[in-house]
């Protein structure tokens, strides 16, 4: 029989944005196997609810008590994260059910590839709010709630991209949010240390998500990609749950804040 793998969040209480697709799902379902409790944000479509409804029957079919005790474990908080009232749904729905907010992870995120002349400013816009106004909306959010409960701190994981670190013919409007995501971490890494609040961020590079899933699923663009990156394959989601446990989770992680960690299979250190 296979060894049993040990639960690293036991207790602990998660909140996330963007978290019923591609790396946030895998996220999430990962922190709940880890022990932890889980308030999940997505849009608030027909399509989110119900990918929503389908990870807890995925999670139930894990516990012992099925999806009842699923529903006890993750939730739902709707709302656009461009509005500063969703973060701050968000995390007190975690305090009024949980009582207090150990991890926030802010991944919430779109990307509409244009060539850069093409971009209208509807399109810059719109990735500038959810992007990186809903960051800062949904970790202003977290702060707030990490620097006032008893004991303070907690873990801030912001999900950025190796797209923060180069640019892209047809990402003008995307690299730029990505970049700031990283370098609002770093500021609130330096603010927030003293109330033993943590903060990093986690880039990935070329993983196959409903963003990208198009150009990956394409065998010529497919092999050109893998053939940049020295592990030789693009990544899938499930690569970025072990990063997101480890940052999380203070004993393995405990004096790592202001970081930046890429999971690129090699790729950002192969471009040249």
Request: hydrophobic share 35%; with cysteine.
């Amino acid at each position: 029989m296979p060894t049993p793998q040990p639960q690293l969040l036991v207790g602990k209480t998660m909140a996330i944005t963007g978290g019923v697709t591609g790396i946030g799902r895998a996220i999430a379902l990962s922190y709940v196997r880890h022990g932890a409790n889980v308030a999940v944000n997505h849009l608030g479509d027909a399509r989110s609810s119900q990918q929503f409804l389908e990870m807890v029957q995925e999670i139930g079919k894990s516990l012992e008590r099925g999806v009842e005790e699923a529903e006890r474990r993750i939730v739902q908080v709707p709302g656009d994260v461009g509005n500063p009232e969703t973060g701050k749904k968000l995390v007190n729905e975690v305090i009024e059910r949980w009582g207090r907010l150990d991890v926030f992870i802010s991944n919430a995120g779109i990307c509409e590839f244009s060539d850069f002349l093409d971009i209208t400013p509807h399109l810059w816009n719109s990735h500038l709010t959810t992007n990186l106004t809903g960051a800062f909306n949904s970790i202003h959010a977290a702060s707030h709630a990490m620097t006032t409960q008893s004991p303070p701190g907690g873990s801030i994981i912001g999900i950025s991209s190796i797209s923060a670190l180069v640019g892209g013919s047809q990402q003008g409007h995307y690299t730029p949010t990505k970049a700031g995501i990283t370098s609002l971490i770093q500021s609130c890494a330096c603010a927030l240390g003293k109330y033993n609040i943590r903060c990093n961020a986690l880039l990935p590079g070329t993983i196959k998500t409903q963003l990208n899933e198009k150009d990956l699923d394409d065998e010529d663009k497919r092999k050109y990609m893998e053939g940049r990156i020295p592990l030789g394959r693009t990544g899938v989601v499930e690569d970025l749950a072990g990063p997101a446990v480890f940052l999380g989770c203070e004993s393995l992680s405990g004096y790592v804040t202001g970081a930046q960690l890429l999971v690129d299979g090699g790729l950002f250190v192969n471009l040249q």
